[in-house]
């Protein structure tokens, strides 16, 4: 099995920054790629962003010039830097790892969720 833990959320005014943080463990072979992705209440879950093992990133057009996702191999670990903050930004960030547990097995694993919260 594979856990993802996330930490860093937290309620910001609009303007501010936070750092989000993702550390996957367990059963780990290959880790392919992690990233993050948001659900906002009474909305469905989207994309944020992306980065692959091999360092290929990927944003939403929301985020864009604001949020900047990097990881850690070796630490199998995720960061997502996001500044200048909106309330539209408001909403449980949960971190995604594509991973290989074996050579020939393959899935998606999801965190538990850290809540975003920006309001003055």
């Known amino acids: 099995q594979v856990q993802l833990v996330e930490s860093g959320g937290g309620l910001v005014q609009p303007g501010g920054s936070l750092r989000l943080s993702c550390v996957a463990s367990?059963?780990?072979?290959?880790?392919?790629?992690m990233g993050w992705y948001r659900q906002a209440p009474g909305k469905e879950r989207e994309l944020v962003a992306t980065i692959s093992s091999g360092g290929i990133i990927n944003y939403a057009d929301p985020v864009k010039g604001r949020f900047t996702i990097s990881g850690d191999n070796a630490k199998n670990t995720v960061y997502l830097q996001v500044n200048n903050l909106k309330p539209e930004d408001t909403a449980v960030y949960y971190c995604?790892?594509?991973?290989?547990?074996?050579?020939?097995?393959?899935?998606?694993?999801w965190g538990q969720g850290t809540q975003v919260t920006v309001s003055s």
């Open positions: 367990g059963s780990i072979f290959r880790l392919n790629a």
């Open positions: 995604n790892a594509d991973v290989q547990t074996t050579w020939l097995v393959r899935a998606d694993y």
